[in-house]
């Protein structure tokens, strides 16, 4: 049980951070040399949950070297329709990691190249 005003909602968004930022590329799994980044479902609903931006930025505020981060962040843009910015995030992350996959297949799909 959570003790004070606490929301569940809130419970989930700490964990998104924590995930972020301290187990960063952990998440991450190889696939032929390859990393993928870790499920995006949570960030799907972007529109619907504007504190997830804030939340990871404080994950990138937190660790600026977190290519998953920059990952996320840019899918949410994504799927909020602010292709621009997705864009600079998902190429961000693969500064960070010029071998994250999913990144990638991110840009492709928005006819950016990497």
């Known amino acids: 049980m959570l003790s004070g005003s606490r929301r569940v909602s809130d419970?989930?968004?700490?964990h998104?951070?924590?995930?972020?930022?301290c187990c960063g590329?952990?998440?991450h799994g190889d696939r032929g040399g390859r990393t993928t980044a870790?499920?995006?479902?949570?960030?799907?609903?972007?529109?619907?949950?504007?504190?997830?931006?804030?939340?990871?930025?404080k994950a990138i505020a937190l660790n600026p070297w977190n290519a998953?981060?920059?990952?996320?962040?840019?899918y949410a843009y994504e799927k909020k329709g602010d292709e621009d910015r997705a864009?600079?995030?998902?190429?961000r992350a693969l500064e960070i990691n010029?071998?994250?996959?999913?990144a990638k297949v991110r840009l492709k799909h928005l006819g950016a190249t990497p």
Request: hydrophobic letters at 40%.
């Open 11 to 14: 419970v989930g968004r700490q």
């Open 16 to 21: 998104l951070v924590d995930g972020l930022v």
């Open 25 to 27: 590329e952990a998440h």
């Open 38 to 57: 870790a499920s995006s479902e949570p960030l799907s609903n972007a529109r619907r949950h504007p504190r997830v931006f804030a939340d990871i930025d």
């Open 68 to 74: 998953l981060a920059y990952f996320h962040r840019g």
């Open 87 to 91: 864009i600079a995030d998902f190429r």
């Open 98 to 102: 010029p071998r994250m996959l999913d």
